[in-house]
């Protein structure tokens, strides 16, 4: 397992935009996979999206478009660049890691997105 310490999230007016980060660190391997879960008030936890150490993507369909999933391998961290945000992405916004093929996933301790209308 490795740490996982994220930042950027907070308020935003509807149609702007937050990038978020999340730095893996404690492990000598860079995680293969990281990406970003998010949770609204009285809703399961649902994917946003991911990105491999290769670079391979992938996104929730209603993120397509809006948010774009980058990294950069030599500083292991991850980040979320959310445009055209709608109250709907309000969220507590996780970030997890995976080190490799049978490894625990690593989560984040969350961090809040508010989107006012």
């Known amino acids: 397992q490795v740490q996982l310490v994220e930042s950027g999230g907070g308020l935003v007016q509807a149609g702007g935009s937050l990038r978020l980060s999340c730095t893996a660190s404690?492990?000598?391997?860079?995680?293969?996979?990281m990406g970003w879960y998010r949770q609204a008030p009285g809703k399961q936890r649902e994917l946003v999206a991911g990105?491999?150490?290769?670079?391979?993507?992938n996104y929730a369909d209603s993120m397509k478009g809006r948010f774009t999933i980058s990294r950069d391998n030599a500083k292991n961290t991850v980040y979320l660049q959310m445009n055209s945000l709608t109250s709907e992405d309000t969220a507590v916004y996780y970030c997890?890691?995976?080190?490799?093929?049978?490894?625990?996933?690593?989560w984040g301790q969350g961090t809040q997105v508010t989107v006012s209308s």
């Open positions: 404690g492990s000598i391997f860079s995680p293969n996979a």
């Open positions: 997890y890691a995976i080190l490799g093929i049978g490894s625990r996933t690593s």
């Open positions: 990105i491999t150490s290769g670079g391979s993507t």
